[in-house]
C-alpha cells in the first residue's frame, strides 16, 4: 500500500493517492510512516522533472496533491505537551520557497514536545538572527532543497556566528538535496532525512531520548 501511494502520487493520481491515505490512515498506521510514502512519491517527481517527463506545471500539481494529503492526516500531529522539551526556529533559507518538508518537520516537532517558530519561506538571514534573539531556541533549523541555495544556507550559519548567538543553539538543515558534505560546506552541527530524524536529533539535543 506504501508503493501504491508513492507510485500514485508520481503519476500525479489524486484519487487514488487521497483514497490510499485516508484507508491507511483509518487502519491506525502511524501518520509519520504515511508521510514517509508521500515523500518518496515526491522523489520520484522530482526525478521525472530532472528528465523533463515532467514540467513546472506537474511539481505545482505535485505539491497541491501532497497538501490534500497531509490534510487528511490532520491533527493527528497536534500535541498538548508544545513547548515543554525546547524551541526550535524553523526556516526555508533565502532564495529558496520550498516549504513542504519544512512544514512536515514544524509539525511533528510541535507534536513532540518542542515550540516551533516558523519564519516561513524566502527567510533572510537576519530574520533568523532576530529570532534567535527573540525566543532563545536551542535549536534552529534551515530548511534547503535547491543546490543554488547551499550558499544562502552557509551564509545563515556564518551570519549567526557573526552575531555572536553561534554558541546559543544547535543548527540542524535538512531537505532533498542535503547530506553531510553540505553540513560540513554550512557549518552546520547537524542533517536530517526525515521528519522522524529531525525529532531524534532535537531530543538529543535538549538531552531526551
Ligand atoms: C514540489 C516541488 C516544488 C514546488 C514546491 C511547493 C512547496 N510549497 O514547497 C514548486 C512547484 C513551487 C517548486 C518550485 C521550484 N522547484 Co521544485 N521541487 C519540488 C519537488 C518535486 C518536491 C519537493 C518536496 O516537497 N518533497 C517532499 C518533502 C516532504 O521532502 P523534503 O523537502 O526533502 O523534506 C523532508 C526532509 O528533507 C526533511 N527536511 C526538510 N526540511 C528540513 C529542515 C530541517 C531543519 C530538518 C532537520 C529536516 C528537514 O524532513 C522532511 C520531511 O520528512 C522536488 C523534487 C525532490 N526530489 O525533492 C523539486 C525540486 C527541489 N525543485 C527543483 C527546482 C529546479 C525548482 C524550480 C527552480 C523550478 C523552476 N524552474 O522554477 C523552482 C524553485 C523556486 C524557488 N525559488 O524555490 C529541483 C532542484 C534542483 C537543484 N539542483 O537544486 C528539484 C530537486 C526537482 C529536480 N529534480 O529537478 N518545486
Redesign the pocket.
Known sequence: MYDEIATALSELDEDAVLNGVKDLFKKGVPPIDI?AA??KG??T???K??TKEYF?SE??M??DI?KSATDILGDAFTSAESGKLGTVV?GTVK????????N??ATVLGSNGFKVIDLGVDTPHEKFIEAIKEYHPQIV???C????AFDSMRDTVAAIEAAGLRNSCKI???????DEKVREYAKADGV????Q??VE?CKKIVGVN
Not at 532564495?95 to 519544512?102: S, W
Not at 540542524?172 to 542535503?178: H, V, W, Y
Not at 536530517?192 to 521528519?195: E, R, V
Open positions: 508521510l508521500l515523500q515526491m522523489e517527481v522530482g526525478k522533472f530532472e513546472l511539481l505545482i505535485s505539491a501532497f524553523i532564495d529558496d520557497v520550498h516549504d513542504i518538508g519544512k512536515i518537520v533549523g534551515l530548511s532543497l535547491l543546490t543554488s540542524l538543515i535538512g531537505g532533498g538535496p542535503t536530517c532525512m526525515s521528519a530524524e529531525a536529533a
